[in-house]
């Protein structure tokens, strides 16, 4: 069972206070999009074996979303960060790089 | 026989005696025994009998490993199957029963199955799964049903309590024997806050029972000393009775604590389940002997070398009066020498080495020992009992030179170290082919949420075999400072494999080999599945079902296969083990639902009013976590009729509803209008303050996911209703947008579903209770359909919707929760000469399916969009997005033949079961009826006084009158109409008084 | 009027720690920049502490504020107060974007007393009690429903969880601190 360290309150919760919500970063597309952007925004997810990006919310606790990078195949949590994030933080990035040198990017 | 000594015993206190029963005959014991020990020393070796062939079992061993000994404790709520005699503490009273036997332990019927054992063989059940068919029903099955099993479930409630309990370290250490010790002293010492556990009553492991010296001093005098240094420090909790079931993920780790086994009834909760959560784990968990596999080696009286000795020195317990010792290692004479010590006879050690130098072996040969290097045993003689030995070369064929007369058999086929733990959460093991062992590989460990190493293995668990080694194993394990504890240790000379005895032995003898006793697996039936192509260990284990015992082979899985992979030609470490999974051993299903049972099995959540429903004949309903009425009875009245009084009373006089449970979330903020319009599918923005309006929310996927009327507060501020179960979902949903998409956008949210009881008072008299109570205007005028006001009720605090989800004159009043029972009990006062009567929920959801007003869940069940249900009036064309907006453009969404909501009038008037489907012309590509609607909703209207129903039908709104067919039971068929969903009051007359 | 009533009545039962239902509490959830300079004058007017620092607890007297999230506070009156307290903190609050709710009939507020009360949360919330600082709240799970609790004596906790699960709150309480259940006896 995970552990994770909420960054809005800093309280390291374990996986029963936290509520799973899937891939993090994924981009809305509304009305006036093509099928293929609906299809890929709704139904195509990553399910990689290595690094993924995750949002979790502190539901037992702060109540606040917030973004993990973490390793799906060693459980390895490189970092997490809050939801208002464009992207994963560049220093989390070259973190796993160095620990992932295969690492393809979060894209 | 098997006797009690007269002295000696370190773990029993003789001036204790402890009466207990074994199968109804009374037996004594003494205080620190187990059940084992207790039964071995009241001369009862022979325990229980195998699962598939009914032989005879006795003891092997003495600790976890134990394959046989499993019975059944205790009596009425109480009773527990399958309890392991050798873990189990004896305590006054125990009454223990064998099982697997029928009629009686000494005479089993069943034993047949034993003379009819070549019938039985390796993949027996998936063969007769095969075919003939016939053959498996009527003639395997019963035969088996009858014969197989263990321990019979008990059938009383438990009469015990469990609980879970959370505890944090920066260490844990699994194991109280001197490598855990050691390694729990090394890093407490480090300032490191410190968890050592150790599953049986008793610290010190092994080390005490073989009589190393640590430092120069005894090993129980060490171990004491540290466990008094250990306690002394307020960094370490030092547990007994508390096994690591498991380790998991991210350094989680089960420890499972039997606080009040050894003293039931005694009020204590029987096991507590630690939660633990560690920085780093070091299993410390030792090792467990391997049998041999010799021919009649399940007969009782063979057991484990080590555990003759634990019997010898911690319970003075004697197996046996002549034990014969066969090995294949040094530690074996350890046996040798605790039983001369005991004043024993050792008729003979054989050991299938070759050469036999040792300073071990040096030790017994000087007190006169015969050892016979470079033997095996052929057989053992006796059957319910070891009755003797007969000898052969190992290297041979099992031709018998002698026989040597014995009562027990002391085995060693060398040491496994206990792996367990270090591999459930992936740490990877190697072979080490000098001590013919599978050990942790440090190179592979479990990681954790570090990406580093959160588990090491210390000393016999990591294949260390003497005091010295595992001293010093464990010291640099848990990063010790310093110099490490040191024992005079004794060289051993190396062990020889030995995985058939003897080497050559023919297919007679591979059939009485036993690798799992408990299970009935044999050397043979290993050697026959590889034959039948069975390469992989885990698919050779699920054919033979070899260490699917509940004891998991952790005696003789490496023996199994050794035995695969000399039949396949190929190295061991090819052929690997078998998975590890927790746990460790088994544990109770008490313990595992913890605190949760009875009133606390899960939360119940009750409105303000409940206590009033439970005294005024509420039948219960769960919504969700919720009670809500269904109906209230009267004396002597059914459900039914309960439910139709309701419904005639709101529709003639007035009822009140407990709404309490309606999710209520204020949306407050510049943007919250914005919020609320991409939210709804209609517009909430341009409700005007004071007003109130009926809103669909919808999934990103399209799907209708929840309702409910949106009230003005003010300029800035919305009162979103949700369905009872929406609340906390439609909560989580406003945040996870608010947070994660639009987070610029200035919105708060506050979830106030509990804040207040609300009563929905309706009915033709609803507005004369509230006048009657007094205070606010609740005239047509001052308070129209579908708005609120705030004001006092008969005193109490006020907030009043005109909405209605029965059709009659309707208002929604909350009060704050903490008044809801008063304020109840007044409008209960109040409304007694206006005939008012509380209603239910069944009253209420027939009285909305009678004004046809669709229900989440009922009408909706993830695949439906509100266009399926016309509810067209309540999607905005004007907004260019809300949530689910672009999934309703999808081609599939749009098309003319989604089925849609219609209300259905059964013919003659019978209510159509719920879900039934509607059938159409012709069948589909699999042959089944075509499908053209079905039932969402189905009542007996008492208003109407006739089955009505809204279902979802093809074309169903442009299809008015026609007939549907509704095949329901037994080839009958129910026919009903297509007609408007709105079967009472269609222009809303009665709601807009 | 004495027409409001806590959910339980203020039941209590001795074990091995005392727990108790400890009544009508005022609570009100004010969210909005805690930051701001107008939130710092309404805490301070509505309990007379500093605005709390993350997951912290501000105590005077008979009432307190707690940290509930980076945009959340609860402020913590008597029952009486609350509703004088509401209006006053949206007056102090007016023209900045915030929201405050009263809440004090949405809960249930308990207290654990005795020297081992921590034993009696230990098994029922994964924390880790050695670590949670004086004047921390903690927000967690109770078993299988939302709490929060602090440390509010030497030898005392207060726990608040939803109103509608009082009964299961207190039924996990009482349980857990029946005698002969310590965790660490001595
Ligand atoms: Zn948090």
């Known amino acids: 069972m995970l552990t994770l360290e909420c960054p809005c309150c800093g309280v390291k919760a374990e996986e029963t206070e936290l509520q799973a919500g899937g891939e993090a970063?994924?981009?809305?597309?509304?009305?006036?999009?093509?099928?293929?952007?609906?299809?890929?925004?709704?139904?195509?997810?990553?399910?990689?074996?290595?690094?993924?990006?995750?949002?979790?919310?502190?539901?037992?606790?702060?109540?606040?979303?917030?973004l993990a990078a973490r390793c799906t195949a060693t459980l390895e949590v490189f970092g997490t960060y809050p939801a208002q994030s464009k992207e994963p933080p560049a220093d989390l990035q070259a973190k796993i790089r160095a620990k992932r040198p295969n690492w393809e990017g979060y894209k | 026989m098997s006797t009690r000594l007269s002295r000696g015993g370190r773990l029993i206190d003789r001036a204790k005696p402890l009466n207990f029963t074994f199968n109804g005959r009374r037996m004594a014991g003494f205080a620190g025994d187990t059940l084992a020990s207790a039964l071995l020393g009241a001369?009862?070796?022979?325990?229980?009998?195998?699962?598939?062939?009914?032989?005879?079992?006795?003891?092997?061993?003495?600790g976890a490993e134990e394959p046989n000994a499993l019975l059944g404790l205790g009596e009425g709520a109480r009773f527990e199957p399958n309890q392991r005699a050798t873990t189990t503490e004896l305590f006054e009273g125990a009454a223990t029963t064998s099982q697997n036997h029928w009629p009686s332990l000494d005479f089993d019927i069943g034993a047949v199955n034993n003379t009819f054992g070549r019938f039985l063989p390796g993949g027996f059940y998936y063969k007769t799964f095969m075919f003939p068919r016939f053959a498996w029903k009527h003639v395997f099955e019963p035969i088996i049903r009858q014969s197989a099993g263990l321990g019979k479930a008990p059938v009383a409630r438990d009469a015990d309590r469990y609980e879970y309990a959370y505890a944090f370290a920066d260490v844990v250490v699994v194991g109280g024997g001197i490598a855990g010790l050691t390694a729990a002293l090394a890093a407490a010492k480090a300032g490191k806050r410190v968890w050592l556990m150790e599953q049986t009553a008793h610290w010190g492991g092994r080390a005490v029972v073989d009589g190393v010296e640590i430092d120069g001093e005894p090993a129980e005098s060490w171990v004491n000393e540290t466990i008094e240094?250990?306690?002394?420090?307020?960094?370490?909790?030092?547990?007994?009775?508390?096994?690591?079931?498991?380790?998991?993920?991210?350094?989680?780790i089960m420890g499972y604590e039997r606080v009040a086994d050894h003293t039931p009834g005694d009020g204590r909760p029987r096991h507590r389940l630690w939660r633990i959560r560690a920085g780093h784990v070091i299993t410390a968990t030792g090792a467990i002997e391997r049998s041999l596999s010799f021919a009649g080696n399940d007969i009782p009286g063979v057991m484990l070398a080590s555990a003759v000795r634990d019997y010898v020195v911690n319970w003075a317990v004697s197996p046996g009066d002549r034990t014969v010792v066969v090995t294949n290692n040094d530690d074996a004479y350890r046996t040798a020498l605790a039983l001369l010590d005991?004043?024993?006879?050792?008729?003979?050690?054989?050991?299938?080495?070759?050469?036999?130098?040792?300073?071990?072996?040096?030790?017994?040969?000087?007190?006169?020992?015969?050892i016979l290097a470079g033997h095996g045993i052929a057989k053992v003689k006796g059957a319910k009992r070891v009755t003797g030995v007969s000898v052969c070369v190992q290297a041979g064929e099992g031709a018998e030179l002698e026989?040597?007369?014995?009562?027990?058999?002391?085995?060693?086929?060398?040491w496994s170290p206990v792996v367990h733990l270090w591999s459930h959460c992936g740490g990877k093991l190697v072979w080490d082919e000098e001590r013919a062992m599978f050990r942790p590989d440090p190179a592979r460990p479990a990681t954790g949420a570090d990406g580093a190493a959160m588990v090491t293995a210390a000393g016999s668990a990591n294949g260390c075999l003497t005091a010295d080694e595992v001293l010093a194993d464990a010291h640099k394990a848990a990063g010790g400072k310093g110099k490490a504890p040191s024992a005079a240790s004794a060289a051993e000379a190396p062990l020889l494999p030995v995985w058939i005895m003897p080497q050559g032995a023919g297919p007679a003898l591979r059939m009485k080999m036993w690798l799992d006793p408990q299970n009935d697996v044999k050397v043979s039936d290993v050697q026959l599945a590889a034959r039948e192509g069975y390469e992989s260990v885990e698919h050779t284990k699920r054919y033979t079902t070899l260490g699917m015992a509940t004891d998991q082979g952790k005696m003789s899985n490496i023996n199994g296969l050794a035995i695969l992979s000399d039949a396949l030609h190929r190295p061991i470490p090819e052929t690997g083990t078998t998975t590890f999974r927790p746990p460790y051993t088994p544990i109770s299903l008490g313990a595992i639902a913890g605190e949760a049972r009875g009133e606390i099995f899960?939360?119940?959540?009750?409105?303000?009013?409940?206590?009033?429903?439970?005294?005024?004949?509420?039948?219960?309903?769960?919504?969700?976590?919720?009670?809500?009425?269904?109906?209230?009875?009267?004396?002597?009245?059914?459900?039914?009729?309960?439910?139709?009084?309701?419904?005639r009373t709101v529709r003639n006089a007035a009822g009140l509803l407990d709404a309490s449970t309606l999710g209520k979330i204020i949306v407050k903020g510049p943007d919250a209008g914005k919020f609320l319009d991409m939210l709804y599918t209609n517009m909430m923005s341009t409700l005007p303050v004071g007003k109130c309006r009926y809103g669909l929310m919808c999934s990103e996927n399209g799907f209708l996911s929840d309702d409910g009327v949106v009230v003005r507060l003010s300029d800035d501020t919305w009162l979103c209703h949700t369905t009872t179960g929406g609340a906390d979902r439609i909560h989580g949903w406003m945040e996870d947008w608010l947070q994660c998409e639009w987070w610029d956008w200035k919105v708060y949210t506050a979830n106030v579903t509990e804040e207040y009881a609300q009563v929905a008072v309706a009915g033709p008299n609803a507005r004369k209770v509230l006048e009657k109570l007094g205070g606010m205007d609740v005239s047509k005028e001052a308070l129209p359909f579908m708005e609120w006001r705030?004001?006092?009720?008969g005193g109490f605090r006020a907030r009043v919707y005109r909405i209605s989800f029965s059709g009659e004159l309707s208002f929604e009043v909350a009060v704050p929760a903490s008044e809801g029972r008063a304020f109840w009990e007044a409008l209960i006062a109040a409304g007694e000469e206006f005939g008012v009567a509380p209603y239910g929920t069944e009253a209420m959801h027939i009285m909305r399916a009678e004004k046809g007003f669709i229900m989440i869940g009922d009408e909706t069940d993830g695949t439906v969009i509100p266009q399926d249900l016309n509810l067209h009036w309540a999607i905005s064309k004007k907004k260019a997005d809300y949530l689910g907006k672009r999934a309703q453009e999808r081609s599939h969404m749009a098309s003319p033949d989604r089925w849609k909501l219609v209300g259905l009038e059964t013919l003659d008037g019978s209510v159509i079961p719920d879900g039934a489907y509607a059938v159409a012309e012709g069948v589909n590509a699999n042959g089944q009826r075509n499908m053209q609607g079905r039932v969402t909703s189905t009542y007996h209207s008492p208003t109407l006084n006739k089955g009505i129903a809204m279902g979802l039908v093809k074309h169903g709104p442009d299809r008015m009158g026609e007939v549907l067919d509704f095949p329901v039971d037994n080839g009958r068929v129910v026919k009903a109409r297509i007609v408007d969903p709105v079967f009472y009051d269609k222009d809303g007359e009665k709601q807009n008084v | 009027m004495s027409k409001a009533v806590s959910a339980?009545?203020?039941?209590?039962?001795?074990?091995?720690?005392?727990?108790?239902?400890?009544?009508?509490?005022?609570?009100?959830?004010?969210?909005?920049?805690?930051?701001?300079?107008?939130?710092k004058k309404a805490v301070k007017a509505a309990t007379g502490t500093a605005v709390p620092a993350p997951r912290r607890i501000e105590i005077a007297g008979d009432r307190a504020v707690a940290w509930m999230s980076p945009d959340e506070l609860l402020v913590m009156v008597p029952y009486a107060a609350a509703q004088d307290a509401v209006a006053a903190l949206e007056k102090a609050l007016a023209g900045e974007h915030h929201l405050v709710a009263d809440v004090s009939d949405a809960r249930a507020v308990f207290t654990v007393r005795g020297a081992k009360a921590a034993e009696v949360l230990m098994k029922l919330c994964p924390v880790d009690f050695a670590t949670l600082a004086e004047g921390e709240i903690r927000r967690t799970r109770a078993a299988q429903v939302a709490a929060a609790f602090w440390k509010s004596g030497a030898e005392e906790f207060t726990l608040v969880s939803f109103r509608s699960v009082a009964g299961y709150v207190m039924g996990l309480l009482e349980v857990s601190s029946r005698k002969g259940s310590e965790l660490f006896p001595a």
Request: charged share 25%.
């Open chain 2, 602 to 647: 899960q939360p119940l959540r009750r409105t303000p009013m409940h206590e009033w429903h439970e005294t005024h004949g509420a039948h219960w309903e769960p919504v969700g976590l919720w009670r809500r009425a269904y109906c209230f009875l009267r004396h002597g009245e059914g459900v039914h009729d309960a439910v139709h009084r309701e419904i």
């Open chain 2, 342 to 370: 005991a004043g024993l006879l050792v008729p003979a050690v054989i050991d299938a080495r070759p050469e036999v130098t040792g300073a071990l072996p040096e030790a017994v040969r000087a007190r006169g020992v015969r």
């Open chain 2, 229 to 252: 240094t250990l306690g002394k420090m307020d960094n370490v909790t030092l547990r007994t009775r508390t096994m690591a079931s498991g380790l998991f993920d991210h350094g989680y």
């Open chain 3, 8 to 39: 339980l009545g203020g039941v209590s039962h001795q074990g091995f720690a005392e727990v108790a239902e400890a009544g009508l509490r005022g609570m009100i959830t004010v969210r909005g920049d805690l930051s701001s300079a107008a939130m």
């Open chain 2, 790 to 793: 705030e004001g006092t009720l």
């Open chain 2, 43 to 62: 001369d009862q070796m022979l325990v229980g009998r195998s699962f598939k062939y009914h032989r005879p079992r006795g003891l092997v061993a003495s």
């Open chain 2, 403 to 414: 026989t040597i007369a014995c009562d027990a058999v002391a085995m060693s086929g060398g």
């Open chain 1, 25 to 66: 970063h994924l981009k809305r597309y509304g009305p006036g999009s093509t099928d293929e952007e609906f299809d890929g925004y709704m139904f195509s997810r990553k399910n990689p074996k290595g690094v993924h990006f995750e949002r979790w919310r502190h539901a037992y606790g702060c109540g606040k979303w917030f």
